[in-house]
Structures are given as C-alpha cells and as structure tokens.
C-alpha cells in the first residue's frame, strides 16, 4: 500500500507540472511582477521628481498662518493612563465575546478559564485602584 501511494507521487521535473507546482509558480511571477512595478516607480520618482530644498519648504504647511510653538503638545498623564486602560479592557472584550460565541462547546473547563481571567483582572484592577492609578483629580495632601 505504501508503495503505491510512493509511486503515484510526482518527482522530479514532472513535480513542478502539477497544479501546485503552477500555483507556485504563479505566485513567484505576482510577487516578481509587484516588486518591480514598486522599484520602478520608485526610481521613477527619484529621477525625474522635482527636489527643492529651502528653509521656507521645510516648515510646516498651517493653511497659511504663521505656525506657532510646538506642533505635537504634551498631553497630561491621565490621558495615556485612559489610552492604556482603555487597550486592556478592550482586549479582555475580545476574549470574552470569543469565549461567548463557543460557550456550549468549551464547558466547564471553558467557564473555569474564563472565570480565571476575568478574577485576574479584577484583582489587577483592584490593585491599580488601591495604588491611586485611577486617581485624575487634583491630588489630596
């Protein structure tokens, strides 16, 4: 039986005449093609762009008012801490929403890993509390 399964196997040159062997070759000529329309048009807008350098194309374009001070302000701590905040409770919504969708087949070992990760991030949150992360307010002396 083995060497039946052997001899039907393609070997050799006649390996690239199947059709995945031409599935591969297709996709080498695609990625060969895409890579140089990319190069040349980049050495197309190399050599025949227009480059001018002066100090006044080299500031920044504000629809025609004089800029003034930075372009990026600093934003305040507590903005970060909302981004942040915000990264994790979204990740833990994908996690619980994907566990929704397959609860009747994962079953109590699902329930109990689910369970797991939302005590952990209740605790963590717990934590962040007791430390002051969630404190935005004028600080109390």
């Known amino acids: 039986m083995a060497s039946e399964y052997l ?3 393609l070997v050799g040159p006649d390996a690239l005449l199947s059709p995945l062997g031409w599935d591969l070759v297709a996709l080498a000529l695609y990625v060969g093609l895409a890579c140089v329309i ?3 048009l980049l050495l197309a ?15 920044p374009y504000e629809c025609g008012v004089e800029p003034t001070g930075p372009a990026r302000p600093g934003y305040p701590v507590p903005f970060y801490l909302t981004a ?23 079953s109590w070992q699902g ?7 939302i ?3 209740l605790i963590a949150l717990f934590y962040l509390w007791r430390r002051g992360a969630l404190d935005w307010g004028p600080q109390r002396h």
């Open 7 to 9: 001899s039907t196997q």
């Open 38 to 40: 990319v190069v040349s």
């Open 45 to 59: 807008a190399r050599f025949l762009g227009h480059r001018t350098r002066s100090p006044l194309k080299s500031e």
């Open 84 to 106: 942040i905040f915000f990264v994790v409770f979204d990740v833990e919504v994908a996690f619980i929403a994907s566990w929704a969708v397959a609860y009747d087949l994962l």
């Open 111 to 117: 329930l109990a890993q689910i369970a797991f990760f």
């Open 119 to 121: 005590i952990t991030l």
